[in-house]
């Protein structure tokens, strides 16, 4: 984005000074495209967390260290001189969009999505049904969620054919055993310890071409020694419009063909059975005094588009759990606007649709901005974020000569205003702190680290306000 080097802006010679509210990989793709981009700037990034990474530190399974390689790259953008990093922040309650305008001269807003969404069925409401997001919360060491999850049910259901309903059936797959080595805390080892689960049914309500798992993540399910991973022949089906995605799509080609392999292979003798299942739509979670004792599915047949219609044949799972991963929801953000259906706030290109005049003409909220799942929706990988944000920062910059200035740039200002609100931020050096803490805490185990959870631990690790 180099055409917007001479770009000029409200604030005169010093730099443009932009608040990003959320550390994940959004709000730091959006802070590296800004820098990128030439044009002097002074970047604050906000967390709500005592730590920076959002769905990285939080929503990635412990057992993928590849994709927590990613922090390597997002490391760099923090180490430059020209980012902040002020955590343990909540947007809302510590400060809002009010103050942000004395100390900024725009605001980014990149808060994700972290909450399940919903899904319409009779039963959801019964104990022994989670929303997915919750348990990756847990198993992920999330300071803000209960430090145990019930883990008695020995046969449970999982909703949705994504990676992340991968991710949850796996880690209930596994053994306790087989995920210590990761940096899991201490609370969910011997949670995972003492799981009972011995069978775990993946349930897709289409085909095997339309599941959205990436095909490096269905492979991992087998390379577990105590995962049998099992495929029935009479879920491969597909229609014109599947074969259509299998010759437009290397990936949708490389699924299908695992999971042709898995159903015709023999069943092995894996203690934890992981079944796959495809053309079966949640119907009904059946209860008795309260609990979850099974589910119900409509069998559906393909309709030559790819698309799935109900044949009117249903069966009941015996299951004790069901685990729903059908998809996050972004949750409203004070003082914007909110589309409650998409799980978004309204935008065009990143700035931050208001309405529409009289005249039919877009009106938007003054220096404001959205960039990753906020903007979009949850969809989508985490790679997919850098598009956002260079879509966003160069709508910012477009709109940079006209800005009003900050009343108050100097950096300063804002963290006196915080320290006078006795808010006991962190900083990029107390995320250097912490993370040699959880290295050391992992040491004697051979391991890279172990997670602290506390949020005060975090805290008195980090050292708050200390540069």
């Not at 049910?153 to 087989?178: C, I, Q, W, Y």
């Amino acid at each position: 984005m180099t055409e917007h080097a001479g770009t000029k802006s409200g604030a005169g010679d010093r730099p443009l000074r932009i608040a990003i509210v959320g550390a994940g990989p959004a709000g730091i793709y959006a802070a590296d495209a800004l820098m990128k981009s030439e044009v002097e700037a002074s970047i604050d990034l906000y967390e709500r967390m005592p730590a920076p990474f959002g769905l990285i530190r939080y929503g990635v399974a412990p057992d993928h260290p590849r994709i927590k390689g990613i922090i390597t790259a997002l490391h760099k953008v923090l180490d430059k001189p020209q980012v902040r990093l002020l955590g343990n922040i909540d947007y809302g309650s510590d400060i809002d969009l009010e103050d942000l305008r004395r100390f900024y001269d725009a605001v980014i807003f990149s808060t994700g999505a972290n909450a399940d969404r919903a899904l319409g069925v009779p039963g959801i409401d019964l104990d022994g049904s989670y929303g997915a997001a919750d348990f990756v919360s847990w198993y992920d060491g999330h300071p803000d969620v209960p430090r145990t999850w019930p883990l008695d049910a020995e046969k449970v259901a999982v909703l949705g054919v994504g990676n992340v309903a991968l991710d949850v059936a796996r880690v209930l797959a596994k053994t306790g055993d087989e995920l210590l080595p990761t940096e899991i805390p201490p609370n969910v080892y011997e949670g995972l310890r003492n799981n009972k689960a011995r069978e775990v049914h993946v349930f897709g309500r289409r085909g095997p071409a339309q599941a959205k798992f990436t095909p490096l993540e269905l492979r991992e399910l087998d390379h577990s020694p105590t995962i049998e991973v099992i495929v029935d022949p009479e879920d491969i089906d597909y229609d014109e419009g599947s074969e259509a995605a299998r010759r437009h799509s290397k990936q949708v080609d490389m699924v299908c063909n695992t999971l042709e392999q898995w159903a015709i292979r023999d069943v092995g003798d894996r203690p934890h059975k992981l079944f796959l299942h495809f053309f079966e739509s949640p119907a009904e979670l059946i209860g008795e005094d309260g609990k979850v004792v099974g589910l119900r599915t409509e069998r559906t047949t393909l309709d030559g588009t790819g698309n799935v219609k109900g044949t009117g044949t249903y069966k009941d799972w015996d299951v004790q759990a069901v685990y729903r991963a059908v998809g996050y929801l972004s949750q409203n953000i004070p003082q914007l606007p909110f589309d409650d259906q998409a799980g978004t706030v309204p935008n065009e290109a990143g700035r931050v649709l208001v309405d529409e005049g009289a005249d039919g003409a877009a009106r938007y909220l003054p220096q404001t901005y959205v960039t990753g799942w906020i903007k979009r929706g949850p969809v989508g990988l985490i790679g997919h974020t850098k598009g956002d944000a260079n879509e966003t920062i160069a709508c910012l910059l477009d709109d940079a000569a006209s800005f009003t200035p900050a009343a108050e740039p100097d950096p300063e200002a804002v963290t006196k205003f915080l320290e006078d609100k006795g808010i006991p931020f962190t900083t990029w050096a107390g995320w250097y702190r912490l993370d040699a803490h959880e290295r050391s805490l992992g040491e004697p185990e051979g391991r890279e680290r172990v997670k602290v959870v506390e949020r005060e631990d975090m805290l008195r690790a980090s050292e708050p306000h200390k540069v």
